[in-house]
């Protein structure tokens, strides 16, 4: 496995993210709704580096791929906090084709939130089935099968501390 991105580099970068967000929202108290799994690490390190007082909560969503009904988005979780007149940050770990995130971001202002920020870990380099640009953005990666940190590969290589490129 070649390294993508190393520990120290996801560290500053988490930093400064934690830093552009306290500086935005500073006054507020916002809501981070966090995409399980893959988000999970770089979530509860993100929040961290944040410093005001804020709240988090998770969605699972997953992509069922039928014959009638061809990559269908299933809501599995559902956000339990209120989000009715609320700031809310929706983080994952990628930007990929941008399907998913424009359904939750179209999910959450259906339940009323004031406003609707994203932020992600990655971002693939490649022309996206839903044009969508993120607020807050770790890394540009290229269009290439990354694991670590959060990604994975049939739920193994989440536990480590840089994103790497799988061998084929």
Excluded: W
Aim: aromatic share 10%; proline share 3%.
């Amino acid at each position: 496995m070649k390294i993508l991105i190393d520990q120290e580099s996801i560290k500053q970068k988490i930093k400064e993210l934690g830093k552009k967000i306290t500086e935005d929202y500073k006054g507020k108290k916002p809501v981070f709704v966090g995409v399980l799994k893959g988000a999970f690490i770089f979530l509860a390190d993100l929040v961290r580096e944040v410093k005001i007082d804020v709240e988090f909560d998770f969605v699972v969503v997953s992509l069922y791929r039928g014959e009638k009904n061809p990559d269908v988005i299933i809501l599995e979780r559902e956000v339990l906090t209120d989000l009715e007149a609320r700031d809310v940050i929706l983080v994952d770990e990628i930007l990929d084709t941008g399907r998913t995130f424009s359904f939750l971001i179209d999910h959450i202002k259906a339940k009323g939130a004031k406003s609707v920020k994203t932020c992600v870990f990655l971002k693939k380099k490649k022309k996206r089935r839903v044009e969508i640009e993120p607020d807050y953005c770790g890394f540009e990666i290229p269009d290439v099968f990354v694991v670590g940190y959060g990604l994975d590969y049939k739920e193994r290589y989440r536990n480590l501390p840089y994103v790497g490129i799988v061998d084929e």
